[in-house]
């Protein structure tokens, strides 16, 4: 065992230290050495070295620091995610409002029965025609009057039934025009 010398000063601060922590003053030196070595710190320096300072300055750079990620956040990556989150909200409107396959497959079919009914009114449109070409050639045996009289009542037949399919046949194509292009392919 050795003894070492030091101010009764010192002495009294290390007995207190030692009860408090419940070692004795041989054990402090030997820890104190072991810390000192491991630490590389030079007690005999001054105090700029102390560990306090070091953490106290580590502590103020990890402060600069984390105001600088707090500023970016905020200035760069807050906006971004907003952006985000609008961006998603319109994609997901975008594909509820998106038409689904069985919605083309029913406007299809719609639109060809209307063609359907188009080329019906076609065909009663000829027959009726040709009843009238008919009828105008047995007349002609008639008098000229009647036959006049005849001939304007049914062509004033004639063109009314033409109105009623013209105006039928634009009102098919504004169905079809409207689906395919407004109820289709609007997206937004």
């Known amino acids: 065992m050795k003894s070492i010398g030091i101010s009764d000063n010192a002495h009294k601060q290390v007995k207190k230290f030692c009860q408090t922590l419940g070692i004795t003053i041989g054990e402090f ?3 104190s050495a072991i810390y000192f070595r491991s630490a590389g710190i030079d007690p005999s320096k ?3 070295e102390s560990p306090h300072k070091v953490v106290k300055e580590l502590e103020k750079r990890i402060s600069q620091i984390v105001g600088v990620m707090k500023t970016h956040e905020r200035e760069k990556l807050d906006p ?6 609008i961006l998603k909200q319109q994609l997901d409107d975008l594909i509820i409002k998106a038409p689904k396959a ?4 029913d406007i299809i079919t719609r639109i060809n029965e209307l063609r359907e009914e188009e080329s019906k009114n ?3 449109q000829a027959k009726l025609i040709t009843t009238y070409m008919d009828a105008i050639k047995t007349k002609t045996t008639g008098s ?3 036959l006049k009289k005849e001939t304007t009542v049914n062509i004033a037949s004639l063109k009314k039934s033409i109105d009623n399919l013209i105006t039928e046949q634009q009102k098919m194509n504004e169905v079809i025009e409207t689906k395919l292009s ?3 392919f609007n997206t937004r």
């Open 102 to 105: 069985a919605r083309f497959e």
């Open 182 to 184: 407004k109820k289709l």
């Open 80 to 85: 971004l995610l907003e952006n985000l989150i």
């Open 144 to 146: 000229v009057e009647s």
């Open 29 to 31: 030196v030997e820890y």
């Open 46 to 48: 001054s105090d700029a």
């Open 122 to 124: 076609q065909k009663e």
